[in-house]
């Protein structure tokens, strides 16, 4: 589940929501204290390298495929892998009316 701004629908409709790769951050463990609304567990599933320092790590979080996109540094300092779990970390407010759709 995400807590996304006001959508026009109806409850319980489906709703499709696109997020970017770079206003996903990733933890080890849920955060305690922490401005972010969304938490959302998953496991990686993939870590693939982008230009320059940045890397995509790709998340199974449901049956949905969550892509946070974060610097090498991070990555091995977290020490990301496929089949470790991990926890993406998304901003309400991240999701803005553009990112919503009807699925």
Do not use: M, Y
Request: net charge positive; hydrophobic share 50%.
């Amino acid at each position: 589940r995400l807590l996304v701004p006001v959508v026009d629908s109806l409850p319980g409709e489906r709703v499709r929501v696109r997020l970017r790769a770079r206003d996903v951050a990733l933890a080890l463990a849920p955060p305690p204290d922490t401005s972010f609304l969304n938490v959302l567990e998953g496991t990686v599933t993939a870590v693939s390298p982008r230009k320059g320092a940045l890397v995509d790590v790709s998340l199974a979080v449901g049956g949905a495929v969550v892509i946070s996109r974060i610097s090498q540094q991070s990555c091995d300092r977290l020490a990301l892998a496929p089949g470790k779990r991990a926890f993406a970390l998304v901003k309400a407010v991240a999701l803005d009316r553009h990112a919503i759709g009807f699925a």
